[in-house]
């Protein structure tokens, strides 16, 4: 090959070399949930799938702290999409503004601390949630999951089983990241997926761009098909 035509050569290569790359999807799972909650999300060709791991969060670590952190398992190279649930959406909102993602899509969650129910808030103020020891927060877990979302009986061994796996003071380190939040904006094109019955981030503090009629705060996996389609759509 003649020495003029080498950099005209390896710019093609490299420009075929990328047409076949896919796009990164990162999903991030609730407090109380963990990749399983995806189960029912199936992504179309050109688009990979990577569940965030959570390890547990510093004894005081703010919300930013910890998106900061689990950023590290981000190849921000390349285009990517960032899809999450509940505390998953919370900790998307605060990359979202940082890491340039193609898409942010958060699925029965809040986009800054005027969007969480007023207990949480409350807390800030009067920390009742330090009152008690981790194994006593994930216990009551298992409670408040089936009361509060009876949804979650129609997939309950699945939410059970994800629950179980979690480790106590990574869920009270979590309620407490999240009572503590203090995002107050968040980017406009958010897409924000919400279940008009969801009783644990109910719909009357929340502005959604797309309302599930009748969904809960568990229809990422107990309506996951319904999900998909519209994760698809947004993608």
Not at 19 to 47: C, M, W
Not at 121 to 131: D, H, Y
Not at 166 to 186: C, H, Q
Request: glycine share 6%; charged share 20%; proline share 7%.
């Amino acid at each position: 090959m003649k020495p003029a035509l080498l950099p005209i050569f390896l710019l093609l290569m490299a420009s075929a070399s990328g047409q076949g790359a896919a796009v990164n999807v990162y999903l991030f799972p609730g407090t109380g949930s963990d990749e399983r909650i995806f189960s029912k999300i199936h992504l179309p060709a050109g688009y990979s799938a990577h569940p965030i791991q959570y390890p547990v969060p510093e004894k005081k670590a703010s919300m930013a702290e910890y998106a900061k952190l689990l950023a590290a398992q981000i190849d921000t190279t390349g285009p990517f999409v960032l899809v999450g649930v509940s505390v998953g959406g919370m900790i998307c909102t605060e990359l979202a503004g940082v890491l340039n993602p193609v898409k942010t899509i958060i699925i029965s969650s809040a986009k800054c601390r005027s969007e969480l129910p007023r207990h949480y808030r409350f807390q800030k103020f009067v920390p009742i949630n330090k009152l008690f020891g981790a194994r006593f927060v994930k216990a009551m877990s298992f409670v408040a999951q089936a009361v509060v979302e009876p949804d979650s009986r129609k997939d309950r061994a699945v939410f059970k089983a994800m629950l179980s796996d979690k480790n106590p003071l990574y869920i009270k380190r979590t309620v407490n990241m999240i009572v503590n939040w203090e995002r107050e904006a968040y980017p406009p094109n958010i897409v924000h997926i919400h279940g008009t019955k969801d009783h644990t981030l109910p719909l009357r503090n929340v502005t959604a761009s797309i309302l599930v009629k009748k969904g809960s705060h568990m229809m990422t996996l107990t309506r996951g098909e319904e999900i998909n389609a519209l994760i698809l759509e947004n993608l």
